[in-house]
């Protein structure tokens, strides 16, 4: 016979948790302790402040929508410009079959007239991502 005897429930913890103490806050520390907590996206201030007395190093994530926004407002503003690509491809080979040089030419001379105007956009976009970039890097420091 073994002396194995299974009183059901479940199993045993190896490390308990048997010693407790209180912690008093007034009005500001409570109010910076919940303060800390939203930045560092904790919910359970007992296992928070665990960390911060034994100094368990945690992160505080913070994001800014307004990269998200600038981000996708760049993914369409380069999809748009790869659009504009093919319908530029298509313009010219378009001039070429079906109108006579001269015409071709003067429409050309317009299409060039706006592709450098297009340029000059992409180098003020390019800038003000260098800008945000640069904003950005600061912020994360």
């Given at each position: 016979?073994?002396?194995?005897?299974?009183?059901?429930?479940?199993?045993?913890?190896?490390?308990?948790?048997?010693?407790?103490?209180?912690?008093?806050?007034?009005?500001?520390?409570?109010?910076?302790?919940?303060?800390?907590?939203?930045?560092?996206?904790?919910?359970?201030?007992?296992?928070?402040?665990?960390q911060l007395i034994?100094?368990?190093?945690?992160?505080?994530?913070?994001t800014d929508k307004?990269?998200?926004?600038?981000?996708?407002?760049?993914?369409?503003?380069?999809?748009?410009?790869?659009?504009?690509?093919?319908?530029?491809?298509?313009?010219?080979?378009?001039?070429?079959?079906?109108?006579?040089?001269?015409?071709?030419?003067?429409?050309?001379?317009?299409?060039?007239?706006?592709?450098?105007?297009?340029?000059?956009?992409?180098?003020?976009?390019?800038?003000?991502?260098?800008?945000?970039?640069?904003?950005?890097?600061?912020?994360?420091?």
């Amino acid at each position: 016979m073994t002396n194995f005897f299974n009183k059901g429930g479940r199993p045993p913890v190896a490390n308990k948790c048997s010693h407790h103490v209180k912690v008093s806050f007034d009005n500001l520390e409570w109010d910076e302790l919940t303060r800390m907590m939203e930045r560092a996206g904790t919910t359970v201030k007992a296992t928070f402040i665990k960390q911060l007395i034994f100094g368990k190093p945690f992160k505080v994530l913070t994001t800014d929508k307004s990269l998200a926004v600038y981000c996708a407002k760049l993914s369409e503003f380069f999809a748009q410009y790869r659009t504009i690509g093919v319908n530029y491809d298509l313009t010219v080979r378009t001039l070429r079959e079906n109108f006579t040089e001269k015409k071709a030419m003067t429409l050309l001379y317009k299409l060039e007239k706006a592709t450098i105007e297009m340029a000059g956009v992409m180098s003020q976009v390019v800038s003000l991502s260098k800008e945000f970039k640069q904003q950005w890097s600061l912020k994360s420091r």
